[in-house]
């Protein structure tokens, strides 16, 4: 079983790697006590959203609803067949991670199958079960019995994801309305965004990013880097679009280059080593 469980481990740690440069990295730059958790909660996450996203010629319904059903099935029997599944049980019973999660992240993910516009109540229960959940999971994996530890940086462990979640649908506008139809932004009409509609987006994800700041500099040493440096490539990317017209997003997927990435990692490190926080 140890060999299954490392396999499995390994596989995670492969999707992570293959799906998110930017997220493989960041893990990487955890302590490493807290790597295998955190590659479990992305593999298992990263699967469910295919699901959703991209498997176009199949029952996506019937397989979220399978997929659903295994995860429980694998937590409460603590074993799985699925080696991302069998990764992620491992980390929900390993690190005490909710029920209540999982349940209000599998809701988002179907909500993905029958919505195409959202209105407020929505959309927060959408980010809530999508984003701030994720967040809240990797959270008790650094927290691992330090109940205070997890509560104290509850809040801004979600207004990270919540803010990550914006950036996204701001980067995806065009692909989100053209190949799947949908619109997060609540009274957000697609076909007449304009730089007024943006900029009022923009201000929610500053006040976003400024109260995850606050709990990123009372994270532990061993787990600050990583999340410091992912909300570094977020910040950048979130910049990158702000200097962009209402226009451009709407025709065209920003990103940040690769050697953006490795300056922002000698940044981050920098920053992180001198005790700047």
């Not at 997890?150 to 692909?175: I, T």
């Not at 910040?235 to 690769?258: C, E």
Request: hydrophobic fraction near 35%.
């Amino acid at each position: 079983m140890e060999l299954y469980k490392k396999n499995a481990l390994d596989i995670s740690r492969i999707t992570t790697a293959n799906y998110s440069t930017s997220f493989s990295l960041g893990t990487r730059m955890l302590g490493s006590k807290y790597r295998k958790g955190i590659y479990a909660i992305y593999g298992f996450a990263r699967f469910a959203d295919e699901i959703v996203d991209t498997f176009h010629r199949y029952d996506k319904e019937k397989l979220i609803r399978d997929f659903r059903n295994q995860t429980y099935d694998a937590i409460n029997s603590k074993i799985s067949t699925n080696p991302i599944l069998y990764s992620f049980q491992w980390a929900v019973n390993r690190y005490s991670i909710d029920i209540e999660m999982i349940d209000a992240f599998m809701d988002s993910m179907e909500m993905d199958l029958n919505n195409s516009v959202y209105d407020q109540n929505k959309i927060q229960t959408y980010i809530y079960g999508s984003a701030e959940v994720v967040g809240l999971m990797c959270l008790r994996v650094f927290y691992d019995g330090d109940e205070q530890g997890y509560k104290n940086l509850k809040y801004p462990a979600r207004k990270l994801g919540e803010a990550f979640q914006k950036v996204n649908f701001l980067r995806d506008m065009k692909d989100d309305f053209y190949n799947k139809g949908r619109i997060y932004f609540p009274g957000v009409d697609f076909r007449n965004f304009n730089d007024q509609v943006k900029r009022k987006i923009e201000k929610d994800i500053e006040q976003d990013f400024s109260e995850a700041f606050n709990g990123i500099v009372q994270l532990k040493p061993a787990a600050r880097f990583g999340v410091y440096l992912a909300y570094r490539y977020y910040l950048q990317l979130f910049n990158k679009i702000k200097r962009s017209s209402a226009g451009n997003i709407t025709k065209k997927r920003y990103r940040v280059p690769n050697w953006m990435k490795m300056v922002l990692l000698f940044k981050s490190y920098v920053r992180n080593t001198t005790s700047i926080f």
